[in-house]
């Protein structure tokens, strides 16, 4: 597979005011540690330091800058690094404050400042012109021809990736040169600055980078002056920030020096994003490009991939590679990636998440006007989360009545999940029905010739008549009580299609459609810990500790015999395959790659097969989801066929099986 990630670093070196020599030296030596790197970003005028006030109109200063950017672009010679530096540079009758871009060994293009601050404690003006008409030109510079306007951007045709370059007070504004950069092709940002600290004004700098790595879709690299600037009337902290399309890689603020920031970051990710958000305009016409290497994480000294690449490419990888790549910078990933890791952020969304399912169950009520909600009650974690959706509901439209059913079959269901069902309708429900299924179920099956006992593994037929039975005693009773039924299936089933088509697989409105199995169950504890009822609160953390299980076949001494996940595999996995190529398009051995690293106690062999079995079913059961009854989406990933997820029944899974063999 393609290696779409690259190593990127915010450097903050130590710095002497106008000394030239030293900082150059500075700046050269955390390029020559940071080889691994395909970009790497220096502070805002880090060759003279930010704070030389008049000292930028000395000839002396600016000769200096000059000629030590071209032997700190030196440093890049023969790596697959491109470094960013800040330097004052003299252009016709202006002095600008400039970004050099620095790569294979040479200067590769100068980007101006475009916004120059002149207010409060900042007066640029003073010294420097604005380049935001500075395009289509050229610097002569030790006899090269360099590219200079804030019309450039640097593209590496190797990785993909394509950089784009604004100065500290561009991002402060609306209409940010970065907003342009993207639109134009760019999907690094980086940004030198020299921003004074003040209260109040990280957390400040944080959102504006986050939230422009967001509108973007890029990753955004921003690094400011540190505390080695002058102090006469200002103080700066250093303050690194690395965002990738909205969220926050790494940060720090008043580091020791020098000081490295380093993150990976994922094109892949970017480029998927922006190519499904087709409101993402492209704007490219008005800009120059440069070639400049910014090499994949785990490219030698060179720039070059490592040798065991794939298939000749440069830039390729397998499985264990990419893992190991991703384990080498400890590259941040949740296990569970639909489950926020910290306790606050997760009570919060499985509290959002209820209020979405409630709501949008409270307008289909409304626009039918039917409020009597008919339930099916197993004692398992999805009729569980559908029967507090529909008591959150009844708080919206109080005359809500809730008719909840359990309909067990003797021999299959145990007393532990009917005891719940019972307790849980007893305390939820404005009406509960007990309806044993075992006499049904065996006229149909003698009906249809097959035996009324279980005849062993793949007797789907004995199993999905319960399923059926259930549904078709459901559908009735809302008939009978002018009911709506409430289906209870979730997102993880769908994925995988363990449902039975025309049995659960089949309600009026199924609230849980879009909520994965690994989630459902952080709902239901989040809910009994807040509910106010200990009775309750006992029902629902039994209900967390059973099984998942379907009850479709006998159970042994009373106990469940029938494990779901022996079935069709570990839900955490199949959610964080489901999540991984729904979400950001991952190919299934990019996918298994990241699984491989979430989860080090497995084998490479386990993974493998677990993302073959998710990829079969997900493939072979999509019939089952091409007509799926309406439900609320509650998050980005969703399986609707009206919606986020187009596909056909009769796609086959060959290419993506061949993809995960050649890993």
Not at 148 to 157: I, K, M, T
Not at 396 to 418: K, Q, S, V
Not at 633 to 648: E, F, I, N, Q
Request: glycine share 8%; charged share 20%; net charge negative.
């Amino acid at each position: 597979m393609k290696n779409n990630l690259i190593a990127v670093a915010a450097v903050v070196p130590p710095l002497h005011v106008a000394d030239v020599k030293y900082n150059t030296e500075q700046i050269i030596s955390a390029i020559k540690t940071q080889t691994d790197c395909g970009v790497i970003v220096f502070p805002e005028l880090s060759v003279t330091g930010y704070t030389c006030a008049d000292l930028f109109e000395s000839d002396l200063l600016l000769n200096a800058a000059e000629e030590a950017v071209l032997t700190i672009a030196k440093a890049t010679e023969n790596t697959g690094v491109t470094a960013v530096v800040g330097l004052p540079l003299r252009f016709k009758n202006n002095l600008y404050n400039c970004a050099a871009i620095l790569s294979e060994g040479v200067v590769k293009a100068f980007v101006p400042k475009t916004f120059i601050p002149n207010y409060s404690e900042f007066y640029e003006c003073r010294w420097f012109a604005s380049g935001k008409d500075v395009k289509g030109e050229t610097v002569s510079l030790a006899g090269q021809q360099i590219p200079f306007g804030v019309d450039v951007l640097a593209e590496d045709s190797v990785s993909g990736a394509v950089l784009g370059v604004e100065i500290c007070e561009d991002l402060w504004i609306p209409d940010k040169p970065s907003t342009h950069a993207a639109l134009a092709g760019a999907n690094i940002l980086v940004n030198l600055s020299a921003s004074d600290e003040l209260i109040g004004k990280q957390e400040y700098r944080t959102q504006l980078v986050k939230q422009q790595s967001g509108a973007c879709y890029c990753a955004y690299i921003y690094v400011s002056a540190g505390t080695h600037e002058s102090s006469t009337d200002l103080v700066f902290s250093g303050h690194t920030i690395l965002a990738q399309n909205g969220s926050l890689l790494s940060e720090a603020i008043f580091p020791e020096y020098p000081h490295t920031e380093k993150a990976l970051v994922d094109l892949g990710v970017i480029m998927h994003d922006r190519r499904k958000q087709n409101t993402f305009e492209n704007a490219g016409s008005a800009y120059r490009r440069v070639a400049a290497r910014m090499q994949e994480a785990g490219a030698d000294a060179s720039g070059a991939q490592k040798s065991g690449s794939l298939g000749g490419c440069a830039d390729a990888v397998t499985i264990s590679e990419l893992a190991e790549i991703l384990k080498k910078y400890n590259y941040p990933m949740a296990r569970n990636p639909f489950v926020p890791a910290e306790n606050v952020a997760r009570e919060e969304r499985c509290k959002r998440i209820l209020q979405i399912q409630a709501n949008g169950l409270a307008t289909r009520v409304r626009s039918t006007g039917i409020k009597n909600l008919v339930i099916g009650i197993s004692g398992g974690l999805d009729s569980t989360l559908a029967l507090l959706v529909c008591a959150e509901a009844r708080k919206i439209i109080p005359d809500i009545r809730i008719i909840a059913y359990t309909l067990p079959n003797e021999g299959n269901t145990t007393n532990l999940t009917l005891n719940n069902a019972k307790s849980l309708m007893k305390l939820l429900a404005d009406e509960s029905h007990e309806v044993p299924i075992g006499e049904s179920v065996n006229l149909h099956l003698a009906q249809l010739g097959h035996e009324l006992t279980y005849q062993g593994e793949g007797d789907v037929t004995y199993e999905n008549a319960q399923a059926r039975m259930r549904t078709y005693i459901l559908m009735d009773a809302a008939n009978m009580k002018n009911g709506l039924v409430v289906g209870t299936g979730d997102l993880s089933e769908l994925a995988l299609g363990w449902c039975t088509y025309n049995g659960d697989h089949m309600s009026m409105y199924a609230v849980n459609a879009s909520v994965p199995k690994t989630l459902v169950k952080y709902i239901c504890v989040s809910y009994a810990m807040i509910c106010g009822n200990e009775e309750l609160k006992k029902v629902l953390l039994s209900i967390c500790d059973t099984p998942i299980t379907p009850e479709l076949t006998p159970s042994e001494g009373g106990k469940i015999a029938q494990m779901t996940e022996e079935k069709i595999g570990k839900y955490d996995l199949n959610d964080f395959f489901l999540f991984y190529t729904l979400r950001y398009g991952f190919e299934p051995s990019r996918a298994a790659a990241y699984a491989l690293y979430a989860y080090p106690e497995l084998s490479k062999e386990k993974v493998v097969d677990a993302a073959k079995n998710f990829f079969k079913r997900f493939f072979s059961q999509q019939f089952k989801r091409s007509c799926l009854p309406d439900g609320p989406k509650v998050g980005s990933v969703t399986l609707s066929p009206r919606g986020d997820w187009r596909m056909p029944s009769d796609a086959k899974v060959a290419l993506w099986l061949q993809d995960l063999e050649r890993g």
